[in-house]
């Protein structure tokens, strides 16, 4: 049975947490961001920063949103063409945040589409508009995955993947061909409070263990890079602020690739369980969706962001939230 959590009137409430930009000042003060995907993990956090700073903010969804008077939400789907360029015509937005896609771990037939609809069309259609409007900063959200498909010409290995990529190309020819203000990121594997996904990895060893129940796992020998929700916020920020990575791909991850039974001992030892210890091989391998290894260099250089987040303090950090969490009830039913 998947976890229940109670939420205030239906919708995540996302606490936030207080960002510091590197700058060490407020620049979104006055400006009008719109957000699409502001109800994702990332987005939600996004979004409570620029709300920090004072920036004018509107949000897309097109499943419905929360009821709040911090920002505006509109209703619209994105792959359609005609209601984005209305919605942008409408706004007129000095930067949008594009973090709406469909990030998906599937593998089957049937996932290409979705894929392609929610992670290339929906691109393309955001930047077709932006570059009609002009004078608008675009800050794609990509991923890490697609870095070994795009820099040693392999096939990418899922259609999310393929996706993803996708869209970098679109972008890139969009800035080369009709100098759209686009830059794309390419983001490693997030986590922290707020992560109410509990299918990805580091809420689900924490719930399961908070709930004396052994985490089914993998053979965890596959490495990613991890990176603390705090630092892929002021990592988009900078990209945002920087008007030197226009046209260029940056990686916002924290460097080092780390396996995923490092992760889970890294949660064990935090929370010392007597009953739940991780399943390891328990769950098959899945076909492995290579990471390269982030360009930090390239991103300090044009952005002059980096992350301060080491992983202990951030699985520290992410193991107290969920705590408080599970103390609070907010947390109701174990995972599947």
Same mark, same amino acid.
């Given at each position: 049975?998947?976890?229940?959590?109670?939420?205030?009137?239906?919708?995540?409430?996302?606490?936030?947490?207080?960002?510091?930009?590197?700058?060490?000042?407020?620049?979104?003060?006055?400006?009008? @961001?719109?957000?699409?995907?502001?109800?994702?993990?990332?987005?939600?956090?996004?979004?409570?920063?620029?709300?920090?700073?004072?920036?004018?903010?509107?949000?897309?969804?097109?499943?419905?949103?929360?009821?709040?008077?911090?920002?505006?939400?509109?209703?619209?789907?994105?792959?359609?063409?005609?209601?984005?360029?209305?919605?942008?015509?409408?706004?007129?937005?000095?930067?949008?945040?594009?973090?709406?896609?469909?990030?998906?771990?599937?593998?089957?037939?049937?996932?290409?589409?979705?894929?392609?609809?929610?992670?290339?069309?929906?691109?393309?259609?955001?930047?077709?508009?932006?570059?009609?409007?002009?004078?608008?900063?675009?800050?794609?959200?990509?991923?890490?995955?697609?870095?070994?498909?795009?820099?040693?010409?392999?096939?990418?290995?899922?259609?999310?993947?393929?996706?993803?990529?996708?869209?970098?190309?679109?972008?890139?020819?969009?800035?080369?061909?009709?100098?759209?203000?686009?830059?794309?990121?390419?983001?490693?594997?997030?986590?922290?409070?707020?992560?109410?996904?509990?299918?990805?990895?580091?809420?689900?060893?924490?719930?399961?263990?908070?709930?004396?129940?052994?985490?089914?796992?993998?053979?965890?020998?596959?490495?990613?890079?991890?990176?603390?929700?705090?630092?892929?916020?002021?990592?988009?920020?900078?990209?945002?602020?920087?008007?030197?990575?226009?046209?260029?791909? @940056?990686?916002?991850?924290?460097?080092?690739?780390?396996?995923?039974?490092?992760?889970?001992?890294?949660?064990?030892?935090?929370?010392?369980?007597?009953?739940?210890?991780?399943?390891?091989?328990?769950?098959?391998?899945?076909?492995?969706?290579?990471?390269?290894?982030?360009?930090?260099?390239?991103?300090?250089?044009?952005?002059?962001?980096?992350?301060?987040?080491?992983?202990?303090?951030?699985?520290?950090?992410?193991?107290?939230?969920?705590?408080?969490?599970?103390?609070?009830?907010?947390?109701?039913?174990?995972?599947?």
């Amino acid at each position: 049975m998947a976890i229940r959590i109670q939420k205030e009137g239906g919708v995540v409430i996302n606490q936030g947490l207080q960002i510091e930009t590197q700058q060490g000042r407020e620049n979104f003060a006055g400006q009008r @961001i719109l957000v699409t995907g502001a109800r994702g993990f990332i987005g939600s956090h996004l979004v409570t920063e620029l709300c920090r700073q004072s920036a004018i903010v509107h949000c897309s969804s097109r499943i419905g949103h929360p009821q709040e008077s911090r920002v505006t939400w509109h209703l619209v789907d994105l792959a359609d063409p005609v209601v984005v360029a209305s919605l942008l015509r409408q706004l007129r937005p000095n930067v949008i945040f594009s973090l709406s896609g469909l990030a998906s771990v599937a593998y089957g037939l049937d996932s290409v589409m979705p894929c392609f609809e929610a992670n290339c069309r929906s691109t393309v259609n955001l930047l077709l508009a932006a570059t009609e409007l002009g004078n608008c900063r675009v800050v794609l959200a990509n991923s890490m995955l697609e870095t070994c498909a795009s820099e040693t010409a392999s096939i990418p290995r899922s259609p999310f993947s393929a996706s993803k990529l996708a869209s970098t190309i679109y972008s890139r020819m969009f800035h080369k061909v009709y100098g759209t203000r686009v830059t794309i990121t390419r983001i490693a594997m997030v986590y922290g409070p707020g992560q109410w996904n509990l299918e990805k990895l580091v809420p689900h060893v924490i719930v399961s263990i908070l709930q004396n129940i052994a985490p089914a796992l993998t053979s965890g020998k596959s490495q990613f890079d991890w990176i603390y929700i705090r630092d892929s916020v002021s990592g988009l920020l900078a990209a945002a602020l920087s008007s030197h990575c226009e046209g260029q791909t @940056i990686d916002i991850a924290s460097g080092t690739l780390t396996t995923v039974r490092t992760i889970v001992s890294e949660i064990v030892s935090l929370m010392k369980p007597s009953v739940a210890l991780p399943k390891f091989g328990s769950l098959p391998d899945e076909p492995d969706e290579p990471m390269g290894l982030a360009n930090l260099e390239h991103t300090y250089a044009l952005t002059g962001w980096q992350p301060t987040t080491s992983l202990r303090e951030g699985l520290t950090e992410t193991v107290r939230w969920y705590q408080m969490q599970f103390a609070a009830g907010m947390l109701t039913e174990p995972p599947g």
